[in-house]
């Protein structure tokens, strides 16, 4: 409230990765708002005063064309922003200088992992590659938009190894603000499916559905290690002292 407006465009991701709750909530198709009708809203919001402003959409170049034409159109009102997209952004050199010309300064992607075999478990697009990862980093840092990249810790190739390869990659990448969650089996989810028919899920409280708790049971380390080692990789990006 203090920093953002919340603006969502549309709903939905053409992509479906095992373990997201985006498809689980908005079923297949991915839905947008008419163009201007979303220009007219950034007016409204601009008029208000000068926060920060947030695209909420899961995926805001889930229709590039589209997200061509809302960008061209915002550049005129000089605003200040942040996204969440996918590494499909890299694809197309003018939408990423869309995005630069037309005043975003942080893009939220998920990474998820610095484990390829990770990557493909999770049927993440042929974009993710963790040999990459820093190139495209740099690239986009280098248009003065800043990276917020996402992990996810506890998927099935993770071992106790994870959590050191996971803080080294985020420090050796310099992006700008990253964040790290526990693999969490939501209801709906393919990976909560399958979990389920491993007889790895456990019977915690939704309460421990929050992304920072162990809810089923890690198929190369205990629960207290994925658990000790999520607390173990937080303290480490987050410190004074990092990156060294």
């Given at each position: 409230k203090y920093f953002f407006h919340l603006l969502q465009t549309s709903r939905g991701c053409p992509f479906d990765c095992e373990f997201c709750s985006v498809?689980?909530?908005?079923?297949?198709?991915?839905r947008c708002k008419p163009v201007d009708a979303v220009v007219e809203e950034l007016k409204i919001i601009d008029n208000l005063d000068k926060k920060l402003i947030f695209f909420a959409d899961d995926n805001l170049v889930g229709n590039k064309n589209r997200t061509k034409e809302l960008l061209r159109k915002i550049i005129p009102l000089k605003l200040v922003y942040a996204v969440q997209l996918s590494l499909d952004v890299l694809k197309d050199e003018e939408l990423l200088n869309l995005f630069a010309e037309s005043g975003c300064k942080r893009f939220l992607i998920?990474?998820?992992?610095?484990?390829?075999?990770?990557?493909?478990?999770?049927?993440?697009?042929?974009?993710?590659?963790?040999?990459?990862?820093?190139?495209?980093?740099?690239?986009?840092?280098?248009?003065?938009?800043?990276?917020q990249g996402t992990f996810i810790l506890g998927y099935d190739f993770d071992d106790e190894s994870c959590f050191e390869k996971t803080a080294a990659f985020i420090n050796d990448t310099d992006m700008?603000?990253?964040?790290?969650?526990?693999?969490t089996p939501f209801?709906?989810?393919r990976i909560c499916e399958r979990i389920k028919s491993e007889g790895r899920l456990l019977g915690r409280s939704w309460s421990k559905y929050d992304?920072?708790?162990?809810?089923?049971q890690p198929k190369l380390m205990s629960v207290e290690a994925l658990e000790n080692g999520y607390a173990w990789v937080r303290q480490q990006i987050y410190s004074y002292d990092f990156p060294q």
């Open positions: 498809k689980a909530m908005y079923g297949q198709s991915y998920g990474f998820e992992s610095v484990s390829n075999s990770n990557l493909r478990q999770m049927e993440k697009n042929a974009e993710y590659k963790v040999e990459k990862y820093k190139e495209d980093i740099h690239r986009i840092q280098s248009l003065g938009i800043e990276v700008a603000a990253p964040a790290v969650n526990i693999l209801p709906g989810t992304l920072s708790h162990v809810c089923y």
